[in-house]
């Protein structure tokens, strides 16, 4: 799945970035991948916070963690994740 924002249309919007996620399929789930044009600016095969390399279990859920991830780009603030931003998800419990 690729979801982008942001296309370069015109010379007229110089200095803008294209921002895109694709999910992909990795070993035993999901993982998910964020390009400013097309250098891979995020890529993260595991869910992210949590001890060990677990997997997305679905692409849903690479895909929606992906979008916070990228919403938190698109405001200037750091793409990092917390648990609470975990919680919030439905991937991990309270």
């Known amino acids: 799945m690729l979801v982008g924002c942001k296309a370069k249309t015109s010379p007229s919007h110089e200095g ?4 895109s996620i694709k999910t992909e399929k990795v070993s035993g789930g999901w993982g998910y991948k964020i390009y400013s044009d097309t250098t891979v600016y995020i ?3 595991y ?3 949590i001890p060990g ?10 895909k929606k ?8 780009l698109k405001k ?5 994740l ?3 931003d975990l919680v919030n ?3 991990i419990k309270k």
């Not at 803008?16 to 921002?19: I, P």
């Not at 963690?65 to 938190?72: F, R, S």
């Not at 200037?76 to 990092?80: C, F, G, L, R, V």
Request: hydrophobic share 40%; net charge negative.
């Open 65 to 72: 963690t992906a979008e916070l991830v990228m919403e938190k």
């Open 76 to 80: 200037q603030e750091s793409p990092a």
């Open 53 to 62: 390399d677990k997997p997305f279990p679905s692409e849903e859920d690479a």
């Open 89 to 91: 998800l439905g991937l």
């Open 82 to 84: 917390d648990s609470a």
């Open 16 to 19: 803008e970035v294209f921002v």
């Open 47 to 49: 869910i992210p916070v």
């Open 43 to 45: 890529d993260q095969p």
